[in-house]
């Protein structure tokens, strides 16, 4: 029998590839046998014949070319080379079966982390909603929210710093995708002592208004500016925020008026929200994703979740 050397690093890069499946196996066959100290005893635990157990150990220690065991009729005891082996391949086995377990945990949607970037309209109105529902469903599943303006959106998936996005369609580029959701309407917002908040109401009477609008990378903001344009209106802007809320905010405390989509209403008293029953205040929502990468199962489910989402 071969002497073995005083160190040996155990390392399955020194078994080629072709036969590494077999090798996790008789891996296994050796652990077995080590820890029944008996070749009969352990081939009944693994279900094959002494014989082929026998054949596996062998073809292990050619392959690593050292003996891992010393047999006798009565006894098997480890080599110094097995004992030298013996802890890297249980850590070995034991990472091998975590990966399992983490593999088919995050399949069946126990654990896992799910980052969505998505408007701020959406975060600070009908999102909440669906991701109790969602948590109350998948609770080992964490959310993470980052509420952003369109343009930072698209940016974030198409970086891959989120799993996907929550935005409009428009001005998404090459290599994202858009799947839609809802649709939201851009409604007028005034005071409650505001004379537009009786009577008919129309785009036109918003001519030279002193509006509140949103920042200047905004989607509504884009949104607002085209339809003026189209209109022929003059778009007076008397202060600008931000967060929806703050525009809401300045709304209440009669600094202007403004255009925000329905979903920002935050049901607070002061405020009319006056419907514009008019073309060019849509627009459409939904989920956006790289083209190329497919999601994970959790962020999968998250999506299917989504799909019940109202405002």
Same mark, same amino acid.
Not at 114 to 135: D, I, K, M, Q, Y
Not at 146 to 172: Q, S
């Given at each position: 029998?071969?002497?073995?050397?005083?160190?040996?690093?155990?390392?399955?890069?020194?078994?080629?590839?072709?036969?590494?499946?077999?090798?996790?196996?008789?891996?296994?066959?050796?652990?077995?046998?080590?820890?029944?100290?008996?070749?009969?005893?352990?081939?009944? #635990?693994?279900?094959?014949?002494?014989?082929?157990?026998?054949?596996?150990?062998?073809?292990?220690?050619?392959?690593?070319?050292?003996?891992?065991?010393?047999?006798?009729?009565?006894?098997?005891?480890?080599?110094?080379?097995?004992?030298?082996?013996?802890?890297?391949?249980?850590?070995?086995?034991? #990472?091998?079966?975590?990966?399992?377990?983490?593999?088919?945990?995050?399949?069946?949607?126990?654990?896992?982390?799910?980052?969505?970037?998505? &408007?701020?309209?959406?975060?600070?109105?009908?999102?909440?909603?669906? @991701?109790?529902? *969602?948590?109350?469903?998948?609770?080992?599943?964490?959310?993470?929210?980052?509420?952003?303006?369109?343009?930072?959106?698209?940016? =974030?998936?198409?970086?891959?710093?989120?799993?996907?996005?929550?935005?409009?369609?428009?001005?998404?580029?090459?290599?994202?995708?858009?799947? +839609?959701? @809802?649709?939201?309407?851009?409604?007028?917002?005034?005071?409650?002592?505001? +004379?537009?908040?009786?009577?008919?109401? %129309?785009?036109? #009477?918003?001519?030279?208004?002193?509006?509140?609008?949103?920042?200047?990378?905004?989607?509504?903001?884009?949104?607002?500016?085209?339809? *003026?344009?189209?209109?022929?209106?003059?778009?007076?802007?008397?202060?600008?925020?931000?967060?929806?809320?703050?525009?809401?905010?300045?709304?209440?405390?009669?600094?202007? !008026?403004?255009?925000? +989509?329905?979903?920002?209403?935050?049901?607070?008293? =002061?405020?009319?929200?006056?419907? &514009?029953?008019?073309?060019?205040?849509?627009?459409?929502?939904?989920?956006?994703?790289?083209?190329? %990468?497919?999601?994970? +199962?959790?962020?999968?489910?998250?999506?299917?979740?989504?799909?019940? !989402?109202? @405002?």
């Amino acid at each position: 029998m071969r002497r073995a050397r005083c160190k040996l690093q155990f390392n399955p890069r020194h078994i080629r590839k072709n036969k590494m499946k077999n090798a996790l196996q008789h891996i296994r066959a050796f652990l077995t046998v080590a820890q029944r100290g008996n070749f009969a005893r352990a081939a009944d #635990d693994l279900h094959l014949s002494p014989s082929a157990l026998t054949v596996q150990i062998r073809q292990l220690e050619g392959w690593l070319g050292v003996a891992l065991l010393e047999r006798s009729p009565r006894h098997v005891a480890l080599t110094a080379a097995g004992r030298e082996a013996l802890p890297a391949m249980e850590k070995l086995l034991l #990472d091998l079966g975590n990966i399992v377990n983490a593999s088919q945990d995050l399949a069946a949607i126990r654990r896992g982390v799910v980052t969505v970037a998505a &408007l701020p309209s959406l975060c600070a109105g009908a999102l909440p909603e669906r @991701l109790a529902v *969602f948590r109350q469903g998948f609770p080992g599943i964490e959310v993470r929210l980052r509420d952003l303006v369109a343009e930072r959106i698209t940016e =974030r998936v198409r970086d891959g710093d989120v799993d996907f996005g929550l935005g409009v369609r428009a001005g998404l580029g090459h290599g994202l995708a858009f799947a +839609p959701l @809802l649709h939201d309407r851009l409604c007028l917002f005034v005071p409650t002592d505001h +004379p537009l908040a009786r009577g008919e109401v %129309s785009l036109g #009477d918003l001519d030279g208004q002193p509006m509140i609008l949103t920042g200047r990378d905004s989607s509504v903001r884009a949104q607002i500016e085209q339809v *003026f344009r189209d209109r022929g209106l003059a778009l007076r802007a008397a202060m600008e925020a931000n967060y929806m809320s703050t525009v809401l905010a300045l709304v209440r405390n009669g600094l202007g !008026i403004a255009l925000l +989509p329905e979903s920002a209403d935050d049901g607070e008293q =002061r405020l009319v929200r006056r419907q &514009l029953d008019e073309p060019g205040l849509e627009r459409e929502l939904g989920v956006i994703t790289r083209s190329e %990468s497919s999601l994970s +199962p959790a962020a999968l489910r998250l999506v299917e979740c989504l799909k019940g !989402i109202r @405002l």
